[in-house]
């Protein structure tokens, strides 16, 4: 990866149309709808997220845009093509990181890159070359002869993310990339997506991690029910729908404090089972007027605002229920 570019990937024209337009789309299940008519377009070169909880019709719009699902109705384009008539030729063109990883556990990491490559035609001369380069991108060059089953979650998320990069896509979609990882192999595939989307690859992904949406995202959408409820760059939503701090305020169990002294002095006041979310612009400020109502929470916590509290303000749940 010299000079810090794409492991592999040819370079990127800033000028390009959308890679993805989507107007009325839809996915229906019998009487179910997963995704009800949602609009969206994805520039070349963008980092683009869906933000929801499990069941939001994530993962049901990655399966039509990866074309491997059909639409119900409405339209899509990707990458100029329709999915109904041109699924093929989408699919070669597309790096694909499934929700659970789908590696040859009975092959070597090396092989898991040239077996999978040579779906594509790619010449093994060429294929060795490249899975080479790209177990360097994902630092598993030492585990190259080694086989997949002993490695950790975070190896195998690494190499799952190599394998979908083998056919120098243009567009790489990642379905819950790091659900199961533990802080620190989260980070490690952050830094890899992170350097991929500065070489100018374009990246969709679902996440219901606010921390890795914030990361990730140049621009999101918040799914819930299968409807877009929000749009925009992290800090625009965290603007528009919520305050600039937050305090967490924690009582013992049981107990049902009086905020009425507290609320005309804060935005907006949240009860949720274990805490309470007071939504304000200054967290200090805030804390105070509660110690002067005489209230004793047993912690009380000011922090910035997340993702987290857009998706509250919007649903009145939180993104993991």
Request: include cysteine; aromatic fraction near 4%; hydrophobic fraction near 40%.
């Amino acid at each position: 990866m010299a000079g810090g570019g794409r492991p592999g990937l040819s370079p990127v024209v800033a000028t390009d149309p959308a890679l993805i337009t989507a107007s009325g789309l839809t996915k229906r299940f019998g009487p179910f709808t997963a995704v009800d008519g949602i609009d969206l377009d994805v520039a070349r070169g963008e980092s683009f997220g869906f933000l929801g909880p499990n069941g939001a019709g994530k993962s049901s719009t990655m399966r039509m845009i990866a074309a491997v699902s059909p639409v119900t109705s409405g339209r899509l384009r990707i990458l100029g093509m329709d999915p109904a008539t041109e699924g093929p030729a989408i699919r070669a063109r597309l790096g694909v990181v499934p929700q659970e990883d789908t590696l040859d556990t009975e092959l070597t990491v090396e092989e898991n890159l040239v077996v999978y490559g040579r779906y594509f035609d790619i010449p093994r001369a060429v294929l060795r070359s490249r899975a080479a380069e790209l177990l360097a991108f994902v630092q598993l060059s030492d585990r190259a002869g080694d086989l997949v089953d002993p490695l950790s979650g975070g190896m195998k998320r690494r190499l799952t993310i190599a394998r979908a990069l083998i056919n120098d896509p243009e567009l790489l979609l990642l379905d819950e990339p790091t659900t199961g990882l533990d802080p620190q192999a989260r980070h490690l595939v952050w830094e890899r997506l992170y350097q991929l989307k500065h070489g100018g690859v374009t990246l969709v992904l679902t996440t219901h991690y606010m921390d890795e949406a914030e990361q990730l995202c140049d621009r999101l959408v918040v799914m819930d029910g299968g409807r877009i409820v929000a749009s925009g760059s992290p800090a625009e939503l965290i603007r528009a729908y919520s305050t600039r701090e937050v305090v967490e305020l924690r009582f013992p169990p049981g107990t049902e404090p009086d905020l009425s002294a507290v609320a005309g002095s804060v935005a907006r006041v949240e009860h949720l089972p274990d805490r309470v979310l007071l939504y304000t612009d200054d967290g200090d400020a805030a804390t105070a007027v509660v110690h002067t109502a005489g209230l004793r929470p047993t912690t009380a916590l000011a922090r910035r605002s997340t993702l987290e509290d857009v998706f509250l303000r919007l649903t009145g749940r939180q993104l993991i229920d």
